[in-house]
């Protein structure tokens, strides 16, 4: 199977393991995969902020990269939103890259969905003997519809003690521009998650957006708290090679 890589703003510019992470167990399961250099922002920043005309550009871009992929991995549940359900609305006037638009959003996929429902795997072999709390991001479950597929892929992690995150679906308060918009009540929003994930006493959270997590474990670094942020497909890999006996 031929997998192309979104890759996406944050994982290229600040969170690169993450998308090594996600690139090697992609391969391990036998996909061949190719990362189109092409590749820019989705557009999502702009178009919260309703410059839907700029968001249309940076879209073109997108879908010039994407034309002949045969399918796309992501691991932002935020941007793979924004491509699935938006792309085809900034171009609903132009019959062609509408056309192109919708072809893109029916082969984009978040990582943890790629894995379980199309691969069909859940048990990667992986070893993480710590205790950990995931967070449910807010387009990864609403807009996509990701529920239980990140929690069957870590249910199967030899080690991991899993706790449960009290009000779990409540937002971080990142939000992409609404953090920098609405600073004083992202600030309270985030502080009210730190202090739930706190309460699970969890050496780890786990995510599946690096947005979410770049806030939240921001704000716990700032308050002087130590807690490993790791993105799902982080701590899947190092849990392969936990179990492989490689040390990074």
């Given at each position: 199977m031929r997998v192309s890589l979104f890759i996406t703003c944050l994982v290229d510019s600040v969170f690169p393991n993450v998308g090594v992470g996600m690139t090697r167990i992609l391969q391990q399961q036998g996909c061949e995969v190719v990362f189109p250099p092409q590749q820019t922002c989705c557009g999502q920043p702009s178009f919260n902020s309703g410059y839907t005309a700029e968001s249309r550009e940076v879209a073109k871009t997108f879908l010039q990269a994407f034309k002949d992929a045969d399918i796309i991995v992501s691991p932002s549940g935020s941007c793979v939103g924004m491509i699935k359900h938006y792309y085809p609305e900034l171009f609903a006037n132009d019959p062609v890259l509408h056309k192109q638009a919708l072809?893109?959003?029916?082969?984009?996929?978040?990582?943890?969905?790629?894995?379980?429902?199309v691969l069909h795997v859940e048990d990667l072999g992986a070893f993480f003997p710590q205790t950990a709390t995931y967070h449910p991001s807010c387009h990864g479950s609403r807009l996509l519809g990701i529920k239980d597929e990140p929690m069957r892929l870590l249910s199967h992690v030899t080690g991991l003690e899993l706790r449960d995150l009290p009000y779990a679906n409540d937002?971080?308060?990142?939000?992409?521009?609404f953090s920098v918009k609405m600073g004083d009540i992202s600030g309270a929003m985030v502080d009210e998650k730190a202090e739930h994930v706190l309460e699970t006493g969890a050496s780890v959270l786990i995510g599946t957006d690096m947005g979410c997590l770049m806030n939240i474990g921001g704000r716990m670094t700032r308050r002087g708290e130590r807690i490993r942020v790791m993105h799902l497909a982080e701590l899947l890999y190092e849990g392969i090679q936990n179990a492989n006996g490689v040390t990074s």
């Open positions: 072809d893109v959003s029916n082969k984009i996929y978040e990582f943890s969905q790629f894995l379980v429902n937002c971080c308060g990142f939000g992409g521009t």
